[in-house]
């Protein structure tokens, strides 16, 4: 008996260590949990890959505020342009994945993955999609001189004259270069791309006629269009645009033509899934404000409000589309 009985006095401490211990052990773990909970408690860092003034970098703009009110913390943006926004991926890569740092992503990373051949890291793998918020359209123009009036006649006077008709772009990989090569692969048209350095520098050339055909934003567009300077033969996107409800969609003759861009945040991969839930949801709550989504319309883009998983999907099946268009127009970063 007196043995027993010391035995079971010398258990209990042992199994009191043994408890204290594991839960010792998992504070770490609780603790990163609880700062998630609590998630933000201090500034975060919202990057843009380009220049300020940019549409990326204006929706940044726009949805930082809006964050930063909801959650009580500021969303900064800083702009770490270079590399086609490769730079600013690079460094949310591999930041620390807690929610202060992140990315305003877009349809130019899913195209990169393609265009660049040895990246030091990889968007489908090390940026965890956190919320989309915007998707954009652009416009096929010609100078009104020029003589096809419809995309129907456009085609049809393309094949009848192969590598005759100029194309601008604004710059190799771009979403004008992009979007004119989709077009060609569907139609079965040669048309001869000219790059320019950004979509500035090429609309003084399709608006002389010294080039024939663009695809254009919509917003640097729209101007010209409703002056008369340029003719619009049709938008990129599946359905009619209300800023131009006149103007087909290219679809309606190229069964199954889309071209259209899209601006999210991104964040390092294992970023909390309570952070990423915390930024998606106030995301979410801000598309679904008219004031907000009318200063999106503002820029031609609409909302794109999706979960992570969905965002996530999307991603994955924008980048492979658009890597067979780019594979098979042979576009490499210069």
Do not use: C
């Not at 970098?57 to 770490?80: C, M």
């Not at 085609?155 to 601008?168: E, F, L, R, V």
């Not at 006149?246 to 199954?256: L, M, Q, R």
């Amino acid at each position: 008996m007196v043995v027993g009985e010391s035995t079971s006095v010398m258990e209990l401490p042992r199994r009191k260590f043994i408890h204290l211990a594991a839960g010792a052990a998992a504070l770490p773990a609780l603790s990163h949990f609880a700062r998630a909970d609590t998630y933000p408690t201090r500034p975060v860092r919202l990057l843009v890959g380009f220049p300020p003034g940019g549409i990326l970098d204006v929706t940044a703009r726009l949805i930082g505020p809006r964050l930063a009110e909801r959650l009580g913390q500021q969303f900064a943006v800083e702009n770490r342009p270079g590399g086609s926004g490769n730079i600013a991926t690079e460094l949310v890569a591999k930041a620390e994945p807690d929610g202060y740092t992140l990315l305003l992503s877009s349809s130019v990373n899913a195209w990169n993955t393609t265009i660049y051949d040895h990246l030091s890291f990889d968007f489908i793998r090390d940026i965890a999609p956190v919320a989309s918020i915007a998707s954009d359209a652009f416009v096929m123009v010609v100078n009104p001189s020029f003589p096809a009036k419809t995309v129907s006649e456009f085609i049809a006077y393309a094949k009848a004259n192969p590598g005759k008709i100029n194309m601008a772009a604004s710059g190799p990989g771009s979403s004008s270069q992009l979007y004119g090569e989709l077009f060609k692969a569907m139609t079965g048209i040669d048309l001869v791309t000219v790059n320019y350095r950004g979509v500035g520098p090429a609309q003084p050339d399709i608006i002389s006629g010294r080039v024939d055909v663009m695809f254009d934003p919509i917003p640097t567009a729209l101007g010209s269009i409703k002056a008369g300077k340029l003719l619009a033969l049709g938008v990129t996107t599946p359905k009619r645009k209300d800023v131009l409800p006149d103007v087909p969609a290219i679809g309606e003759f190229v069964a199954g033509y889309e071209g259209v861009g899209w601006e999210g945040i991104g964040g390092p991969a294992n970023t909390p899934a309570n952070v990423v839930a915390i930024i998606n949801k106030e995301v979410n709550a801000a598309l679904a404000d008219p004031a907000f989504t009318a200063r999106l319309a503002e820029l031609g883009s609409e909302p794109f409000a999706t979960s992570p998983a969905e965002f996530g999907k999307f991603i994955a099946g924008y980048t492979d589309k658009w890597g067979k268009v780019i594979r098979a127009a042979n576009i490499k970063a210069e």
